[in-house]
């Protein structure tokens, strides 16, 4: 089931079942990718996988989580990104994805490696959120967003998406999940607001929406849109399913081809357990059980590649977004799935075994 080809849109099919994650890497140079994006990216693209997720990338400097973000928001690092991408394709062509993102009321922050990733003390900069709401002990509160903000924030990510395609990205997947600034507007946890973006649901989804349906009209109809949705808080009064689903229909009516179902991240300590094999399954079922036509996938321990190919037999996803494992074994694909999917310069090599 796992090699089952799947189709996008008229003009995207996926060759498998399997999407390299975006994992962010905290090695950028003014935004712009680096040596190691290089590497660290040639590995994934022949992971075997039928498409390559970049990592989270921001839409403006404010929208930053570390000064070593990747960033698309200038003619610099457009430039830069192309020759990124045109690197890539010459090596497999597939369909390559760019996640954007901001970060909101996470930002501001050290690299993980670097005090915990805790806020930073010098050259830091005021966050922005749905609310004057600190992220969680410690933090800084950030600036409770203007109208004028929320359409800066708009067209940023509208300008962000032009460039990524401009590039030669074929799909470009909103950041919606992991308590980032999207996610600060769709949570009643950290959004107190009282005007049209807060209060209802219908109000807090408005910001996530109007990003989505401007992205669409405005990008080209061979190429498509993804989004990462928070199922779950995991939290009273957080985020919920039914919530969830109400937000999946809407971005499917956007124009949204397939929707990534994360959860838990709207603070540090949630009652999400991430410990368990393929842990947000039945969360994933359940919304595509409501949610029909789009594409519908999830992440967080997917690797045991028996254990999920049986979960697509039976519909409870359609694609399989994997990250870490690849970082462990960028050939694990190919050794415990099908030799095949190797490079033929190493094809000889893993059927010898």
């Not at 992971?47 to 400097?61: C, H, K, P, Q």
């Not at 800084?140 to 708009?154: L, V």
């Not at 807090?204 to 990462?228: D, H, T, Y």
């Amino acid at each position: 089931m796992i090699e089952k080809k799947i189709k996008l849109n008229n003009y995207n099919i996926l060759s498998n079942r399997i999407v390299v994650s975006p994992m962010c890497q905290y090695s950028s140079i003014d935004g712009s990718p680096s040596n190691w994006h290089y590497k660290h990216l040639a590995n994934l693209i022949l992971s075997g996988a039928s498409m390559l997720i970049i990592e989270s990338t921001a839409v403006s400097n404010i929208g930053r989580i570390t000064k070593k973000d990747l960033s698309l928001h200038n003619n610099l690092q457009e430039r830069n990104f192309k020759k990124l991408i045109n690197f890539l394709k010459s090596i497999k062509n597939i369909p390559i994805c760019l996640q954007i993102s901001h970060s909101g009321r996470k930002g501001s922050c050290n690299v993980p490696w670097e005090k915990s990733g805790l806020p930073l003390k010098k050259n830091s900069w005021k966050t922005i959120s749905s609310s004057e709401i600190a992220k969680d002990l410690n933090w800084p509160k950030p600036k409770t967003a203007s109208t004028k903000d929320i359409n800066k924030i708009i067209y940023d990510f509208k300008n962000t998406a032009t460039r990524a395609f401009r590039v030669g990205f074929d799909a470009v997947e909103i950041h919606m999940a992991h308590g980032y600034l999207i996610h600060q507007f769709l949570s009643p946890i950290s959004n107190f607001r009282k005007d049209e973006y807060g209060g209802s649901l219908e109000n807090r989804c408005r910001l996530a929406l109007k990003i989505s349906k401007i992205i669409k009209k405005n990008m080209p109809k061979n190429k498509f849109l993804g989004a990462r949705i928070t199922g779950l808080d995991h939290l009273l009064n957080g985020i919920n399913l039914n919530e969830s689903v109400y937000l999946a229909k809407k971005l499917k009516s956007s124009g949204v081809n397939y929707l990534c179902i994360s959860s838990g991240g709207i603070i540090t300590k949630t009652r999400l357990n991430n410990k368990k094999k393929n842990f947000r399954i039945k969360l994933t079922e359940k919304i595509k059980d409501k949610v029909k036509n789009i594409l519908i996938g999830t992440t967080g321990n997917l690797d045991n590649l028996q254990l999920l190919s049986k979960n697509l037999r039976l519909k409870k996803l359609d694609i399989a977004f994997i990250g870490r494992p690849f970082l462990k074994n960028p050939h694990f694909l190919y050794e415990n799935l099908d030799k095949k999917l190797a490079p033929k310069q190493y094809e000889r090599v893993f059927r010898e075994k």
